[in-house]
Nanobody
Framework: QVHLVESGGGLVQAGGSLRLSCAAS????????MGWYRQTPTKQRELVAS?????STNYADSVKGRFTISRDKNMVYLQMNSLKPEDTAVYYC??????????WGQGTQVTVSS
């Protein structure tokens, strides 16, 4: 079983920055990607950014140039700069195995005030 724990969410003013962290533990044998998704009460969960073991990254168009994903062993980070009110959401850490099994963290709230 894989366990993901996020931290770093909070309340920030528009234009500010936050850094999310996610620690993966447990039976981690075949990680394909790690990443971050977000969800609001009115929108489906959407990919924010992901990173492969080789360091290749993928970003949602809405966050390109503002967010940076990075990874160090079983940790994944999301540096969020120039935050906008529309970035307000619950952010979930994701780990996808080579067999396409998804594991999720419990979520961390990010609120950006205008």
């Amino acid at each position: 079983q894989v366990h993901l724990v996020e931290s770093g969410g909070g309340l920030v003013q528009a234009g500010g920055s936050l850094r999310l962290s996610c620690a993966a533990s447990g039976s981690i044998f075949s990680i394909n990607t790690m990443g971050w998704y977000r969800q609001t009460p009115t929108k489906q969960r959407e990919l924010v950014a992901s990173i492969t073991g080789g360091g290749s990254t993928n970003y949602a168009d809405s966050v390109k140039g503002r967010f940076t994903i990075s990874r160090d062993k079983n940790m994944v980070y999301l540096q969020m700069n120039s935050l906008k009110p529309e970035d307000t959401a619950v952010y979930y850490c994701n780990l996808r195995t080579l067999r396409s099994t998804d594991y999720w963290g419990q979520g961390t709230q990010v609120t950006v005030s205008s």
